[in-house]
């Protein structure tokens, strides 16, 4: 990825880690964990998803990754 593409990356997942964060914990600071981890899993999960066998085009799997990250991080906080 360019990085461009790589900042953009950064701020989808912290955005959809946020939202899903809100969604799924809804108080306390979840939502802080939750966008790092969506973030994180934006980058590394997007790039990790274009060289396998279920590519799915750049944007997808950056918001596949970064949603199964943040909701990863989600129930773990939840318990």
Same mark, same amino acid.
């Given at each position: !990825?360019?990085?461009?593409? @790589? &900042?953009?990356?950064?701020?989808? +997942?912290? $955005?959809?880690? @946020?939202?899903?964060?809100? !969604? !799924?914990? +809804?108080?306390?600071?979840? *939502? $802080? ?14 790039? *990790?998803?274009?060289? #396998? ?6 944007? %997808?799997? %950056?918001? %596949?990754? #970064? &949603?199964?990250?943040? #909701? &990863?991080?989600?129930? $773990? &906080?939840?318990?």
């Amino acid at each position: !990825m360019d990085p461009n593409a @790589v &900042l953009f990356a950064i701020f989808a +997942g912290a $955005v959809l880690g @946020v939202l899903l964060g809100f !969604m !799924m914990t +809804g108080e306390g600071y979840g *939502w $802080v964990f939750n966008a790092i981890a969506g973030a994180t899993g934006a980058v590394f999960g997007g790039e *990790w998803l274009t060289h #396998s066998a279920i590519d799915m085009g750049q944007w %997808v799997n %950056v918001g %596949v990754a #970064s &949603l199964v990250a943040s #909701s &990863l991080t989600a129930m $773990v &906080l939840k318990t």
